[in-house]
């Protein structure tokens, strides 16, 4: 019963290829997010939906293509993979909430690896 | 654009040995600030919400403060199991986005 999964956990790929991130949760939430952590260990936000509508956008190469099917799940789409790309890329989710800030809760985590 | 600095980058500790997690931060207008623990392997796992100057939050052996300029976590007579990269977040103004620091990697060793 994990609350936050992403699936694959590990995944190693050659340059130029396409692969893709899946992420689900089954906390009820309205909120999800990718957000990325390179080998220094800063995690910085990609992406942010909210009911299936994307709100956040950071500055990421368009070759990244998150597509949320419903607010349970989003998912990373990356094309063209290049060194740079190598990180692990979580998934989190929250529920809006109408004062105060929003608690993320995150899943374990994908490691990409671009060889 | 919001920034959070976390210092050290790196504790050594002995079993028992307490110290502090500094964090600091500038913001336009603080909206809360975040203390997360994340184990090797795993997604950071969330610990404290403060939201004001004064207020101060426990948890076992963790305590977390919070100033008009920082945030200390202090960990008190600390065990292994302590073990852990703790990282702290300010969320932006919309409260949905997170801006974390580099976070420090905490060694209990027995």
């Known amino acids: 019963d994990t609350a936050v999964s992403q699936t694959p956990k590990y995944l190693v790929t050659q340059m130029g290829n396409d692969k893709s991130i899946k992420c689900e949760q089954n906390l009820g939430h309205d909120t999800m997010y990718w957000y990325k952590q390179d080998s220094k260990k800063f995690l910085k936000i990609m992406f942010s939906y909210n009911n299936k509508e994307l709100i956040i956008n950071e500055t990421v190469p368009n070759r990244f293509s998150p597509k949320s099917p419903d607010k349970a799940h989003l998912n990373l789409h990356i094309n063209s993979l290049e060194l740079g790309d190598s990180a692990v890329y979580f998934c989190?989710?929250?529920?809006?909430?109408?004062?105060?800030?929003?608690?993320?809760?995150f899943g374990a985590g994908s490691r990409l690896t671009v060889l | 654009e919001d920034q959070v600095t976390q210092s050290p980058e790196a504790l050594r500790l002995q079993e028992g040995e307490s110290s502090s997690l500094n964090c600091s931060y500038t913001?336009?207008?603080?909206?809360?600030l975040f203390w997360y623990r994340q184990d090797p392997g795993k997604g950071p796992e969330f610990l404290f919400t403060?939201?004001?100057a004064g207020e101060e939050k426990e948890k076992e052996r963790l305590k977390a403060t919070l100033t008009k300029k920082e945030s200390f976590l202090h960990i008190t007579a600390p065990k292994p199991e302590d073990s852990a990269t703790y990282l702290c977040a300010v969320p932006g103004a919309a409260g949905n986005k997170l801006t974390f620091g580099g976070g420090t990697r905490v060694l209990v060793k027995p």
């Open positions: 913001v336009s207008g603080l909206r809360g």
């Open positions: 989190a989710s929250s529920r809006i909430r109408d004062s105060g800030a929003n608690v993320l809760t």
């Open positions: 403060l939201y004001s």
